[in-house]
């Protein structure tokens, strides 16, 4: 759920989480789920293109922002996993 809240559009949120809707590709993408979609034709392009981008960025930068700007959903996230295990008994 804290995954869900943290990446889609809020109304994508309720419809998603709430309502169990399902989306196209493309209302997946509107709706925060998906980055972009490609066509299968074009899958292997646009993962090589992804990766030379990738590969292009101090990774252990990367790594640090990454951890900073995701720092309280990973707080968040842990304390739900707690929850869970509680409620689980």
């Not at 992804?50 to 309280?72: D, E, F, G, S, W």
Request: aromatic share 4%; no cysteine; glycine share 4%.
């Amino acid at each position: 759920i804290e995954i869900a809240r943290d990446r889609l559009r809020k109304s994508a949120f309720h419809r998603s989480v709430i309502n169990g809707e399902m989306f196209n590709p493309q209302s997946a993408v509107d709706a925060g789920f998906l980055d972009v979609v490609v066509s299968a034709e074009e899958l292997q392009g646009a993962a090589l293109a992804a990766a030379r981008q990738l590969k292009k960025i101090n990774m252990t930068a990367h790594k640090n922002t990454k951890l900073k700007v995701r720092k309280a959903l990973l707080e968040t996230l842990d304390n739900a996993i707690i929850l869970d295990q509680e409620h689980r008994g």
